[in-house]
C-alpha cells in the first residue's frame, strides 16, 4: 500500500522561510517524478513543483521559481519542498504526489499525471 505524508507545515511570518518533507511508504520514490501542488478551498489544484528521478531535472511554477527548492534524499525516501521569501499569497494546503507508472500521463505540471497524493500539509504565512 503507498502511502505519502507530509509534514513541516505551520504559521511564519512574510518572508520566512518553512521546509516541507514528503515521505513515501510502499513506492521507492527515486524511481519516479515526484511532484508538489497546492489548493485552496474552491480552487483547482495548483502545480508548485517537481523532481525527476535522478533530481537532475526540477520544474517550478513561475509563481515560486527563485523562492522555492525541490530535492530528495533516496535513501530516506523522501522528497523536500524548500520554501523561502514566502509571501501571504502562498498560504494554503500543499500537497506532495507521485505517479504509479514511470512515465507521466499529462506531463508534470498537471495533476491528473499523479496517482498517489498525500493527506496535505497547512501553510500559513502572516503579513
Known sequence: QVQLVESGGGL?????????SCAASGLTFSRYVTG????SPGKEREFVGAITLSASNTYYADSVKG?????????????YLQMNSLKPEDTTVY???APKTLTLRAGVRS???????????QVTVSS
Open 12 to 20: 511564519v511570518q512574510a518572508g520566512g522561510s518553512l521546509r516541507l
Open 36 to 39: 508538489w501542488f497546492r489548493q
Open 67 to 79: 523562492r522555492f527548492t525541490i530535492s530528495r534524499d533516496n535513501a530516506k525516501n523522501t522528497v
Open 95 to 97: 500537497y506532495c504526489a
Open 111 to 121: 495533476a491528473s499525471s499523479y496517482d498517489y497524493w498525500g493527506q496535505g500539509t
